[in-house]
């Protein structure tokens, strides 16, 4: 489709995982870049905030990649850590879960969420599971991003509460 030959193509990338891990890049700088706009202006009340945040993770995972090439791109992460393509896609992990982390301060600065949530605790462990959900739907070919969003939604709401500063306080 680029118009250029596979030596060309191999004159970028070393292997067909290089070129993998390259598109998981460029899909998740485009989510970081819109996930940065709604850190900047997230929507009132931290359920919504959260899960416009993380629904927005999981609306842009297959523009570019396919359930099968997720699961290829996780099993290289996994398989080689130490090498680049391993360390690129942990760094890629860190940056979403900073983001996470970022909204909830937005969120605390707002007043929304609770002073004496720990926002860098509390990004990671919304991250950590908001990606647990994104490997089972990866590994599930007949789970639906419908299904994905609602059950993330029904895990979300009660932690959201928790935090939340409570109405009237």
Request: no cysteine.
């Amino acid at each position: 489709m680029a118009e250029v030959s596979v030596g060309t193509v191999y004159n970028y990338y070393q292997t067909k995982g290089d070129i993998l891990i390259a598109t998981v890049a460029m899909e998740v700088e485009e989510v970081l870049t819109s996930g940065a706009e709604l850190v900047r202006d997230p929507p009132p009340g931290v359920e919504e905030a959260l899960l416009s945040l993380i629904f927005s993770y999981y609306d842009h995972s297959l523009e570019y990649l396919s359930k099968e090439m997720w699961r290829t791109a996780m099993a290289l992460a996994i398989e080689a850590p130490g090498t680049p393509n391993g360390r690129r896609y942990a760094e890629l992990d860190a940056r979403l879960s900073a983001q996470v982390t970022d909204l909830i301060r937005a969120l605390q600065a707002r007043g929304e969420v609770r002073e004496n949530v720990d926002p860098v605790a509390m990004g990671q462990l919304i991250f950590n599971n908001l990606n647990q959900m994104f490997i089972e739907f990866v590994k599930e070919d007949d789970m639906t991003l419908e299904t994905l969003r609602s059950e993330v939604a029904a895990q979300t709401a009660p932690l959201a509460r928790l935090i939340a500063v409570e109405a009237g306080a």
